[in-house]
């Protein structure tokens, strides 16, 4: 598949982009197409655009970009008509020393979806600490997948697999992607709490 990730540049866009391009055309996205070429050096096989060229050329993108810029995703709404869109967003706020979830309803998931009301988005990768994309390969995690229909699922469960050692879940409709985001402050606390070092999802089943 060919994936635009958008924010590439950064410490989680760019172990993304580093994962994804194992077995998929990477394009990394940045609002300064000179910092996006440049990022693309250090990841074989990838190259480097603005927001808007490296949509247009994708068939999916990942915005791997702050939540406090997710209104940026309007502008692209054209670009991304008919694409899978996966939200990496995590709304995060601190009070008290402690990571608390800021929004009262919704998730950013959601929000993500109204600015782009003719893509098919779907949340991936929010609960994956960056340096364990960084390395060689990951270790083996399950990354939770909120989309509104099958079809999407299996879409981003996909490019999920696509990464050695990732199991994707399906938690249910993009209303529950709240849950998926606020999953992620609950893993930086406790890590934080227990000193525990960066955690992840990783879930263990029973079958009799």
Do not use: C, W
Not at 165 to 187: D, F, K, W, Y
């Amino acid at each position: 598949m060919k994936v635009a990730v958008l924010g590439g540049t950064g410490a989680m866009g760019g172990a993304v982009a580093r994962q994804l391009s194992r077995n998929n055309v990477v394009i990394i996205g940045s609002r300064d197409p000179a910092r996006a070429e440049e990022a693309a050096k250090l990841i074989k096989g990838t190259t480097g655009a603005d927001y808007s060229t490296a949509t247009r050329g994708a068939e999916a993108a990942v915005f791997a970009i702050p939540y406090t810029a997710i209104g940026e995703a309007a502008g692209l709404a054209n670009e991304l008509k008919g694409k899978l869109v996966i939200s990496m967003f995590n709304p995060l706020k601190l009070e008290g020393g402690l990571l608390n979830y800021p929004l009262e309803k919704g998730s950013a998931a959601e929000e993500l979806a109204a600015l782009l009301p003719e893509s098919r988005v779907a949340t991936a990768f929010n609960n994956v600490p960056s340096h364990m994309f960084a390395k060689e390969e990951p270790v083996p995690m399950d990354i939770l997948v909120a989309a509104d229909s099958k079809e999407t699922f299996d879409e981003a469960a996909a490019l999920v697999r696509s990464v050695p050692n990732l199991r994707p879940l399906h938690v249910g409709p993009l209303s529950q992607a709240q849950m998926v985001e606020r999953m992620t402050a609950l893993l930086l606390n406790l890590a934080k709490l227990n000193k525990t070092g960066a955690l992840a999802t990783k879930f263990v089943s029973r079958k009799d």
